[in-house]
């Protein structure tokens, strides 16, 4: 079935356009795509706790929410095959959003962080309940096989990642060998090493894009549907706090 989000993206793309503005158009149209899905986040949390939502509504939306992140995915791919290296400092990202990517995107690892971080969030903020017994919401109540199911995926995916780095670091090794040689030979041929490192750094990015996903579709598995609601709106409530962030920052610089 082909998802929502990819279906608008290929909508809303052009052939007459440049490849950059469909780059930046589809990164507005996931923007946007997420204002939308935190909205349907939060009331789905709301619900649920008012019992106004069942475990099995609560896993149809986070379908509905992973299938479009696949959508994104699928259709920057696509695009980065013709166009890679504005994904690795993309013009439509502030300075400050830039400076947080990984090789196109988040940090996997970082979405295990986040879980800890709602839990200590969670019982810090209402410590003395905690302390007494006192239910409180529900990343509080991760479960100790939770906990060791999420430490072993951390630990799974920090060895994946520092695969992709060295991966990454060799490409900028060999690329910067390749144009020292063309240059020494007066800029001869400089096209071949620029389409095969081109090439190298479009299969590293789908490649940590499938990290990605994977790492979310993981996470998912091992929360409880509402923990999955609220893990996800806090995820997308974060990436769009850093872009007004961003755009904040940049207007203090230029005025």
Known sequence: MVDEFLIKSMASSSCSMSDRNNEEN???SWMENQNQELNELQ??????RKNEKTDT???QLLARMVSNFQGYVNCRSRLARVD???YFAPTWCT???NSVLWIGGCRPSSFIRL???LCGMEIESRLTEFLQGTKLGDFSQLSG???AMIDKSQRQIIVQERKLCLKMASLQEDIVDQLIATAAKNGENEEEPLNKHGQGMTTLLEEADELRMNTLKEILGILTPIQGVEYLASSKRIRLSLQQWGQKREQEHIN
């Open 43 to 48: 009331n789905a949390a709301t619900l649920a």
């Open 95 to 97: 300075p400050l959003e």
């Open 115 to 117: 879980i800890y971080a």
């Open 84 to 86: 890679i290296s504005p």
């Open 145 to 147: 096989e939770q906990i």
């Open 57 to 59: 509504e609560l896993n």
């Open 26 to 28: 589809l990164y507005q």
